[in-house]
């Protein structure tokens, strides 16, 4: 009989994802700890621990400095799954080692789900007035490209969320317009948009699968809640 996973006491999940055969989850938040359940009895069986300042262990490769937001699998890799948060890098992990990551991106600011992949393809959008929405080389850690979003001259882009559609097609949103875009990496040409959206600090896209690639795309956004 499955058992319960153990309360993460002094943390606050902000992201959590499966690994491809569904075997292994993993969750990321406040505590800038990653921990890894097995899917199968709901155990923690592994903590990527964060930095220690106190003792000196700064290195770049050894976890986050600030706390998470996005946690992703590769969609077409069962070990590799990268994270970023609010220290300005994104972090590519192997669940197979167990001490730290193996590569950096470094410069996004992510304050949600602002991660995806396909392919060698890292897509991040990052809580910044401009160029927040960019394409990175999941080999070299290096960009390739920054994306247009719809609006925002004025406002700033100031996104939070962002995933593929397809090989070419990604979806983004944020607080800057309130608004969401599907934008065509080829072209860089944004073929739909959605401006004053109800926007508060937190922002979830959605695209079930079997509308991705279709005609008739159906896009789901859901916002979170001022705190007080």
């Known amino acids: 009989m499955a058992g319960k996973a153990r309360p993460e006491e002094d943390n606050e999940i902000n992201a959590m994802d499966f690994c491809l055969d569904g075997s292994v989850f993993a969750t990321a938040g ?3 700890h990653i921990r ?32 998470i937001f996005a946690l992703r ?30 590569r950096v991106i470094n410069g996004p600011h992510i304050c949600g789900p602002g ?17 927040a929405l960019q394409l ?18 004025m406002q700033g882009q100031f996104l939070y969320a962002a995933q593929f559609c397809d090989p070419d097609t990604v979806l983004a949103g ?29 922002w979830s896209l959605g695209i079930p699968a079997e509308c991705a690639s279709g005609p008739h795309r159906v896009v789901g956004v859901q916002r979170g809640c001022e705190r007080g």
């Open 36 to 67: 890894l359940y097995d899917s199968c009895t709901m155990q923690l069986f592994h903590t990527l621990e964060a930095p220690d300042f106190m003792t000196g262990d700064v290195a770049v490769t050894s976890g986050h400095s600030r706390r």
């Open 73 to 102: 699998f590769h969609p077409q890799e069962n070990h590799i799954f990268l994270t970023g948060g609010w220290d300005n890098s994104v972090k590519v992990w192997d669940k197979r080692i167990r001490k730290e990551a193996q």
């Open 115 to 131: 991660l995806d992949i396909w392919g060698h393809c890292v897509l991040t959008a990052s809580w910044v007035p401009r160029n």
């Open 174 to 202: 944020g607080s800057g317009t309130c608004g969401a875009g599907v934008i065509r990496i080829s072209t860089h040409q944004v073929t739909q948009g959605w401006s004053s959206l109800p926007c508060r600090q937190q």
């Open 30 to 32: 406040t505590d800038r």
């Open 136 to 153: 990175w080389d999941l080999r070299t850690s290096q960009l390739q490209k920054n994306l247009p979003f719809p609006g925002g001259h």
